[in-house]
């Protein structure tokens, strides 16, 4: 089955560049129209999605976010990573990875989630 | 950018009750919509894609519709269990979140 887990810092002080991976299985992320996207929502808060990466390495990011965001795979290991720099308090949230299924053609959908992790940004 | 809205913001319901979730892209975005349930300190779940495909495993109990603008997720018969925050998103680029409804208990 499709499992999916994120880690990396649970704190990071402000300006700095938060890197978080994302370790899956169950799937190929160079199977044709897999995809692994990340999504974050801040406490008590809405869903924000952050970016998205292609099995062909096309990648597509937030608009408000694409300046500070990079994701990048690792299709040996298994695992996508993304950065974020100069990282601010209002970035404070819980980061998810997401399976986005080969079957879903134009449409992205997201339909296994990782369990999260929390990203507290303090000084 | 295209803006996602979702009314009501939150509905008080009793088990049983039929619940609609309203969706409003700011411009159409053809049937490129998808609904998640979520609940407290737990992933999002997919329940429909394409706007009105069931995923598989998610009781029929639950139904989307609409194209364009305009989309609803309709629960025909509230279950306990299905007390949670449901998402919409745009299914294409950029994937945007609409900012969630939340059904609680009556």
């Known amino acids: 089955q499709i499992t999916l887990k994120e880690s990396g810092p649970t704190l990071v002080k402000p300006t700095q560049t938060l890197t978080l991976t994302c370790t899956f299985s169950?799937?190929?992320?160079?199977?044709?129209?897999?995809?692994v996207g990340w999504i974050r929502q801040p406490p008590g808060k809405a869903l924000e999605w952050l970016a998205l990466?292609?099995?062909?390495?096309?990648?597509r990011y937030s608009p408000s976010l694409k300046s500070r965001l990079t994701i990048t795979k690792d299709t040996s290991k298994n695992q996508v990573v993304l950065t974020m720099t100069n990282m601010d308090p209002v970035d404070t949230a819980t980061y998810y990875c997401?399976?986005?299924?080969?079957?879903?053609?134009?449409?992205?959908?997201?339909?296994?989630w990782g369990q999260g992790t929390l990203v507290t940004v303090s000084s | 950018d295209i803006q996602m809205t979702q009314s009501p913001s939150s509905v008080s319901a009793s088990v049983g009750d039929r619940v609609t979730i309203t969706c409003r892209a700011s411009?159409?975005?053809?049937?490129?919509l998808a609904w998640y349930q979520q609940k407290p300190g737990k992933a999002p779940k997919l329940l429909i894609y394409?706007?009105?495909s069931l995923q598989s495993g998610v009781p029929s109990r639950f139904s989307g519709s609409g194209s364009g603008t305009d989309f609803t997720l309709t629960i025909s018969s509230l279950q306990p269990e299905d007390f949670a925050t449901y998402y919409c998103?745009?299914?294409?680029?950029?994937?945007?979140f609409g900012p969630g409804t939340k059904v609680d208990i009556k």
């Open positions: 997401a399976h986005r299924p080969g079957w879903s053609g134009y449409y992205t959908t997201f339909d296994y």
């Open positions: 169950g799937f190929s992320l160079s199977t044709s129209g897999v995809g």
């Open positions: 990466i292609y099995w062909n390495d096309d990648k």
């Open positions: 411009q159409g975005i053809s049937s490129w």
């Open positions: 394409a706007a009105s």
């Open positions: 998103q745009q299914a294409n680029s950029p994937f945007t």
